[in-house]
């Protein structure tokens, strides 16, 4: 179940270059390249003649020639020649899709191109604004995109999953409040008068009881901005406040694997050995869910290969943000559909 007419973040810039890249989005191979002027492009990554992925052929200029038969496409996929012959079939073309670069991720519209408006791209604006300090990075997860959306709504895992980073006891022992609109999920976490978990004592030696909030938001089709703010208890003082973004872009792969693209924009010391801490910290965190991800895939996975269907799951109430957000998905999906 992919939503179609919504953008997807693709790639990160510096991925897409003078190379031919094959990545799998919506259960779609498409190939990735950037033109000699720099523009990026996407197309289908199978040739029309025999299906030979063209991520296996050659740049040339502009056109792409495919490594079997030497069939050339140019940009817009049109096929412009096919060696021994003059006459090329109209349907020797590969489809393209719209492609472009803002909040420093490449985004891609997988369906109908006529309602591509990069005025939907959703809002992860802290990724490149000049007032917050970026870091970010690439995961593909063996996992289906929906599982990780689950884990990022529901953020009580953070205490026995990220005891050494981002968790402790105190964010699986008070609840949340959720909201539900129209396009819209948002999990509300407050924690008062707490300890500070490990990352963020590294990060601003937090030496006391900590205020923390975790506000979720998730928009169609799966991304997830979570917001976090931390202060020492009782005090207002500026330089003592942690503030940042956990920005995610999950796009669906194929059914059983996602690329989650991510970045942790923060508006306090933009020195670069923070960065790097910060960076160093979230990949940490991230690789830590990946694991669970992967084994809970396989045997969600081995359960439904053995008992014909997949298996049903005991909610509780951390859950009810994933829950509507899936409710939210399938009404959406259903529109489509219609």
């Known amino acids: 179940m992919y939503l179609r007419n919504f953008w997807y973040i693709a790639a990160m810039p510096q991925e897409i270059g003078r190379s031919l890249l094959q990545r799998f989005i919506l259960d779609e191979a498409i190939l990735f390249y950037r033109k000699e002027d720099g523009t990026p492009v996407a197309m289908k990554d199978a040739c029309p003649h025999r299906n030979m992925p063209l991520s296996e052929g050659v740049l040339i200029g502009?056109?792409?020639?495919?490594?079997?038969?030497?069939?050339?496409?140019?940009?817009?996929?049109?096929?412009?020649?096919?060696?021994?012959?003059?006459?090329?079939?109209?349907?020797?073309?590969?489809?393209?899709?719209?492609?472009?670069?803002?909040?420093?991720?490449?985004?891609?519209?997988?369906?109908?191109?006529?309602?591509?408006?990069?005025?939907?791209?959703?809002d992860f604006h802290w990724n490149d604004d000049p007032d917050w300090t970026p870091t970010g990075?690439?995961?593909?997860?063996?996992?289906?995109?929906?599982?990780?959306?689950?884990?990022?709504?529901?953020?009580?895992?953070?205490?026995?999953?990220?005891?050494?980073?981002?968790?402790?006891?105190?964010?699986?022992?008070?609840?949340?409040?959720t909201e539900h609109e129209e396009n819209?999920?948002?999990?509300?976490?407050?924690?008062n008068g707490q300890p500070a978990p490990p990352l963020y004592v590294a990060l601003k030696d937090f030496t006391g009881?900590?205020?923390?909030?975790?506000?979720?938001?998730?928009?169609?089709?799966?991304?997830?901005?979570?917001?976090?703010?931390?202060?020492?208890s009782g005090s207002n003082d500026p330089d003592m406040i942690l503030e940042y973004r956990v920005l995610n872009g999950i796009t669906p792969a194929t059914a059983g694997s996602t690329h989650h693209f991510w970045a942790t924009p923060r508006n306090f010391a933009p020195e670069e050995e923070v960065t790097e801490a910060f960076h160093e910290?979230?990949?940490?965190?991230?690789?830590?869910?990946?694991g669970i991800l992967e084994k809970q895939q396989t045997m969600i996975d081995h359960e439904s290969a053995a008992n014909g269907g997949a298996p049903k799951w005991v909610d509780i109430n951390a859950d009810q943000g994933g829950l509507l957000a899936r409710r939210e998905f399938k009404r959406l999906y259903d529109l489509q559909q219609a």
């Open 62 to 122: 502009d056109t792409v020639q495919c490594a079997y038969h030497g069939l050339e496409y140019d940009s817009s996929g049109v096929c412009t020649k096919i060696p021994g012959q003059v006459n090329i079939p109209p349907r020797c073309r590969l489809q393209t899709y719209p492609l472009v670069e803002k909040w420093r991720w490449l985004w891609i519209w997988m369906g109908d191109a006529e309602k591509a408006d990069p005025a939907d791209i959703p």
């Open 281 to 290: 910290g979230s990949v940490r965190a991230f690789s830590e869910d990946v």
């Open 209 to 232: 009881d900590i205020d923390r909030t975790q506000n979720i938001t998730w928009t169609p089709p799966t991304n997830i901005v979570i917001e976090s703010r931390s202060m020492p």
């Open 137 to 177: 990075g690439h995961f593909y997860i063996k996992c289906n995109y929906s599982l990780l959306v689950d884990n990022l709504l529901d953020l009580s895992h953070e205490t026995f999953v990220h005891p050494t980073t981002i968790g402790n006891a105190a964010v699986a022992e008070t609840p949340v409040r």
């Open 184 to 191: 819209e999920v948002r999990v509300l976490r407050q924690i």
